[in-house]
């Protein structure tokens, strides 16, 4: 599916002209129901208010030379706002706060931050393709997820570019020589849609006085059930 990049601020000399500057990233998702072969799964609730919703969905990340914020994209004045945001709960659950220079990744939920201690671990290819002018290199790992159910582990593809020299990227694809403009996660990909290298947003501060581990999160999620 042809997709195109919109790049606000002409693409020159990234790295060293525009480095001080608030950058800001709009993703969307793409999503193909006819890829999931379980009939179960297909014919679930969330599966099909994804599959319903998805051109709707949308995230922001926001970041500076070393810290970046990610979440879902506040909505306005939509119809079926609850359905759109369970939707990308869906996608990519919570808010995130990267810091790149100290390597700590924290995953906002309601009122409660923890410390994501178990990152992933990435595989670098040299296997690349150009998405929108831009040359992008890929990278594997697993993503575990751990709920009452058990542990399951998905496989994970993201294509980073080196010409935007920034590790950050959507929720925990993050940690690359290259911001991300696309990760396949299960039956998502999730891509970049718009590109603003000189936001005004600003980066979000997020104090780590009540922020507890991963572990700790883990056990209280684990004891509720």
């Known amino acids: 599916m042809k997709r195109k990049i919109s790049i606000i601020l002409l693409f020159m000399n990234l790295a060293t002209s525009y480095s001080q500057n608030i950058k800001k990233v709009e993703y969307g998702v793409l999503f193909n129901i006819e890829e999931i072969t379980d009939e179960r799964m297909k014919n ?3 599966i099909k208010t994804i599959n319903e919703h998805k051109e ?3 995230f922001d990340l926001i970041f500076n030379d070393s810290v970046s914020n990610f979440k879902t994209q506040e909505l306005l004045n939509v119809e079926n706002k609850g359905k759109i945001n369970y939707a ?6 919570g808010e995130y706060y990267f810091n790149s220079k100290s390597s700590i990744l924290i995953k906002k939920l309601d009122d409660l931050d923890y410390i994501i201690t178990n990152k992933l671990n990435w595989t670098l290819h040299t296997e690349e393709k150009i998405i929108d002018g831009m040359k ?3 990278a594997t790992s697993e993503k575990t ?11 994970i593809t993201a294509w980073y570019t080196p010409d935007l020299p920034y590790s950050f990227g959507p ?7 290259g911001l991300v403009l696309e990760v396949r996660d299960r039956n998502f990909v999730i891509f970049a849609k718009k590109i603003d290298l000189k936001s005004n947003e600003k980066v979000k501060e997020i ?3 009540k922020t507890i581990t991963e572990e700790e999160y883990l056990k209280k999620i684990l004891n509720k059930n």
């Open 207 to 209: 104090s780590m006085n």
């Open 88 to 93: 990308s709960y869906m996608v990519i659950d």
């Open 171 to 177: 929720g925990i694809f993050i940690g690359l020589p």
């Open 56 to 58: 709707n969905i949308f």
């Open 145 to 155: 997820v751990i709920n009452s159910k058990g542990k399951f582990v998905f496989p």
């Open 136 to 138: 992008c290199y890929k």
């Open 44 to 46: 679930s609730f969330f």
